[in-house]
């Protein structure tokens, strides 16, 4: 980094952990130098000003080289390390696939949904993943078929479509790309695939079992809550969202819930607010569940009603679409 840019500002919360590796980085509060690191010293052998919001403003004095990490990232693997149970090296095996072949996994740990799955069972879903290569044009997952495997993109893109009575060619859901992740729906709510996922280009995909995924993905990323917890949910500004098809939706709905079927989720997921807690909802919980994952693994603070809305005492009334 060059002379005289920044680090980082005073009141930023960057979530980032600095090491000065070489060269002068003054450390100053509201305009005051408070403190001098130089590269290589005692000093700069530790992180440089910790805690967030960062309480000084971290300028590069002359030419400097630095480290910075992801800090949640890095939380993870010093966890891992100080469990003496993950080795680096079977972890280089498995991604022996180019040059960006560790970006899938540090894009899934830097996903608020993974700070909730404990470390010994990050552990576990990265040494039980099974890496397949697959051709473009090649159909990983077919609409109707029985769910086995959750996958992770490590290489390559992805389009996600689903077939209607209306086109046999499909409708294009989402793209996807490294770092993403599909499948979970038909795990999690014990039913067939309800798309088709084709490769666009020829790629690399990590897979884990349907029986590994429920263990170690699914209990932990999702959070129940009964009819009472719900509605407080929603009058503290939540809002109940709908995973059924618009058929039932019309039939029979939450008052002021909105309608968003499961297979359309990827594709609407713009449309709803990260700053909004949602109460996925259905009539048994299955689909809500599958719905709830994908929301939470994108970032949504989301939530399953527990047994369905025909079993909650909710507000019910003829729904709006």
């Known amino acids: 980094m060059a002379a005289g840019r920044l680090l980082f500002k005073q009141g930023e919360n960057d979530k980032r952990t600095v090491w000065v590796i070489g060269g002068l980085v003054e450390l100053s509060d509201e305009g005051r130098t408070v403190g001098l690191v130089k590269g290589g010293s005692n000093e700069a052998r530790s992180p440089l000003a910790p805690g967030q919001p960062r309480k000084y403003t971290a300028k590069a004095s002359e030419d400097i080289n630095y480290l910075s990490i992801?800090?949640?990232?890095?939380?993870v693997m010093i966890t891992w390390d100080q469990t003496g149970s993950y080795e680096v090296g079977d972890l280089q095996a498995q991604l022996n696939t180019g040059e960006d072949a560790g970006d899938w996994m540090t894009t899934l740990l830097q996903t608020k949904a993974f700070h909730r799955i404990p470390p010994a069972n990050l552990q576990a879903i990265f040494m039980r993943m099974q890496q397949t290569q697959y051709r473009a044009g090649e159909v990983v997952i077919k609409q109707g078929d029985d769910g086995d495997f959750f996958y992770a993109i490590v290489k390559g893109r992805c389009q996600v479509t689903r077939e209607t009575p209306l086109n046999k060619a499909g409708i294009k859901l989402a793209e996807l790309t490294v770092g993403?992740?599909?499948?979970?729906e038909a795990l999690i709510a014990d039913t067939k695939r309800n798309a088709t996922v084709t490769m666009i280009t020829e790629g690399v995909l990590m897979r884990l079992k349907k029986d590994d995924f429920r263990e170690l993905m699914n209990e932990p990323l999702l959070q129940w809550v009964d009819d009472v917890k719900a509605k407080e949910i929603v009058a503290q500004g939540g809002k109940w969202l709908d995973v059924r098809l618009p058929s039932e939706f019309q039939n029979l709905a939450i008052e002021d819930s909105i309608?968003?079927?499961?297979?359309?989720?990827?594709?609407?997921?713009?449309?709803?607010?990260?700053?909004?807690p949602y109460v996925v909802v259905c009539d048994t919980a299955r689909r809500s569940s599958a719905g709830a994952f994908i929301l939470v693994e994108r970032g949504f603070d989301a939530y399953v009603l527990k047994n369905g809305i025909t079993k909650a005492n909710v507000p019910l009334r003829r729904g709006n679409s």
Do not use: A, H, V, W
């Open 70 to 75: 992801d800090s949640e990232l890095l939380d």
């Open 180 to 184: 993403e992740t599909f499948g979970e």
């Open 259 to 276: 309608n968003m079927p499961l297979y359309f989720i990827r594709l609407k997921l713009n449309t709803l607010d990260k700053n909004t």
